[in-house]
């Protein structure tokens, strides 16, 4: 095609929503991950992280998590996470990179704990939006240094201010402004830019 051209881009990250990942570390303490490769289908997240990081090895041996989703407000604590590790034996890789070890995540943000419902780990008390879930399967992708993770959801808590008026299981997309990563970079979303076909569709029919 004469108007595109061949790249060969190191990474594919067309912008998705950031994620704090709660998982519970072998002392029982919850260990916080930022990562923005994820999507929904249905009741089930699938997560994409690195295999050797602290948050891959707490789902292989205690299969619980939290989905802290944040909005744009949240995005200087979300960044003080950035380039950290629970995982004291860091990996030559992550080092060269820049990385260091932090055991209590959430004093390093400025974060607080709240306690989740159905799963042990605990959820970011200032992220609007909680998604609970139990690790339903994992797939190494071609490589043991990626990890996808196929997650079940048991509960799902949000902030009552983004609930869409007259529902009690709705959330207004024009109240709720997640955070998001494109190509290594913060972004928010803007005003809704036409009205969709598909919303004509009742939601309670994907139930």
């Keep these: 095609m004469g108007t595109h051209v061949d790249i060969d881009p190191a990474i594919l990250y067309f912008g998705t929503p950031v994620v704090l990942l709660s998982t519970l570390n072998e002392d029982g303490t919850t260990n916080l991950?930022?990562?923005s490769s994820v999507f929904w289908l249905g009741r089930t997240a699938v997560?994409?992280?690195?295999?050797?990081?602290?948050?891959?090895?707490?789902v292989r041996e205690r299969p619980e998590?939290?989905?802290?989703?944040?909005?744009?407000?949240?995005?200087t604590q979300v960044d003080r996470l950035a380039l950290t590790t629970g995982n004291?034996?860091?990996?030559?890789?992550?080092a060269e990179r820049g990385y260091v070890h932090v055991?209590?995540?959430?004093?390093h943000?400025?974060?607080?704990?709240?306690?989740?419902d159905t799963v042990l780990p605990t959820s970011v008390t200032e992220c609007p939006v909680h998604i609970e879930g139990t690790v339903a399967a994992l797939h190494d992708?071609?490589?043991?240094k990626l990890l996808a993770v196929e997650v079940a959801v048991t509960a799902v808590r949000v902030a009552p201010e983004l609930r869409l008026d007259g529902h009690d299981h709705r959330i207004d997309p024009d109240r709720w402004r997640p955070l998001v990563m494109s190509f290594q970079q913060f972004y928010g979303l803007g005003?809704?830019?036409?009205?969709?076909?598909?919303?004509?569709i009742d939601e309670e029919l994907y139930r």
Excluded: W
């Design 88 to 94: 004291a034996a860091m990996s030559a890789a992550k």
């Design 109 to 116: 943000a400025g974060l607080t704990a709240y306690g989740s």
């Design 141 to 144: 992708l071609g490589e043991p």
């Design 191 to 200: 005003e809704r830019v036409h009205p969709s076909r598909l919303a004509s």
């Design 47 to 58: 997560l994409g992280i690195g295999g050797s990081s602290q948050t891959a090895r707490n």
């Design 33 to 35: 991950m930022p990562m």
């Design 65 to 75: 998590i939290v989905l802290n989703l944040p909005n744009v407000d949240l995005v």
């Design 103 to 107: 055991s209590d995540k959430y004093a």
